[in-house]
């Protein structure tokens, strides 16, 4: 359906000038809605990072969502436009308007933006959930790090205490109890459907090379023998394990695997990583 529109301004009924540079804008009312349609140019950029766009605006205006950008005419809007949404798979996306298609892009590209006049709504951010930094992934809610809760029997990477940030390594009769309140250990069924959904986003790489999965797992560095020794890897490779609570494990080498725990290794030390308690689990 095409929305119809009619101009609307500052001084001369169609333009709007931004006090901050005193560049004008031509703008254009849409519905209810006062659009620019000229690509904001300011501090020397014409186009930004999703970053950059969600503060770029002047005061009183702001980056259109989605929901917004996919109601408007085709032909009001050109270039290929930022909204202020972001995809919420691991946060590494967000909608852009490419022309009449409305479609995602790496926030780390640049792209145009154009600004709507008013508050803009909300947007769902990374966040904390309960208490803790969280990351959605599809239906599911996992730590966007691993878990550092000093116990008995952990130790930190290489044991030096400048690496504990990191997360702390545990055996599994500890990570079992360790995930505080409102989290729990993931079994072999939440880690199946991490790495399905894992899987759509690095169709046609390998998953340990794929960029998404690389920032998900990064800090997971390899596990402690029994002996005292780290193990983490082959070479160059560094291997990341996440415990689960069947006595199994996630494995980050040349694919996602999910294996279970050899008997020797069954008094190992590895990284943690907890899953929200939410009424989507699996068991």
Known sequence: MT????????????????????????TVKIGDQVWMTDELKY??????????????CPSGWH??????????????????????????????KAYVRYHKVV????????????????????QP??????????????????????IDIETPNSVCYLEDEEECSKGR???????????PEGWRLPNKKDASALINKLSKFC???ARSDCPIVRKFWKHSMGYYEDNGQFKNGTGS????????????????????????????MKKAKFNVRCIADTEDKEE
Not at 6 to 24: H, W, Y
Not at 43 to 56: D, H, Q, R, V
Not at 108 to 122: D, F, I, M, P, R
Not at 169 to 179: L, S
């Open 125 to 146: 951010q990374l966040q904390k959930v309960n208490g803790h930094k969280a990351i959605r992934i599809g239906k599911q809610i996992w730590m966007a790090k691993n």
């Open 103 to 122: 479609d995602e892009d790496f926030k780390t590209a640049t792209n145009s933006v154009l600004c709507v006049q008013g508050k803009g709504e909300k």
């Open 3 to 26: 929305s119809i529109f009619t101009a609307c301004g500052d001084g001369d009924g169609n333009s709007f000038t931004d006090p901050r540079d005193g560049r004008k804008y031509k």
């Open 169 to 179: 390594f545990y055996p599994i009769t500890e990570a079992r109890t360790i995930c």
């Open 43 to 56: 501090n020397g950029k014409g186009s930004f990072t999703w970053k950059e766009a969600l503060e770029a």
């Open 237 to 264: 490779m560094i291997i990341g394990y996440w415990l689960l609570a069947g006595g199994d494990y996630i494995k980050n080498h040349v694919d996602l695997t999910v294996e279970s725990l050899y008997s020797w």
């Open 203 to 205: 169709e046609g790489a």
């Open 63 to 92: 980056l259109p969502s989605k929901s917004e950008l996919e109601t408007i005419d085709g032909a009001v809007i050109f270039g290929d436009t930022w909204s202020s949404t972001e995809k919420e798979d691991l946060s590494l």
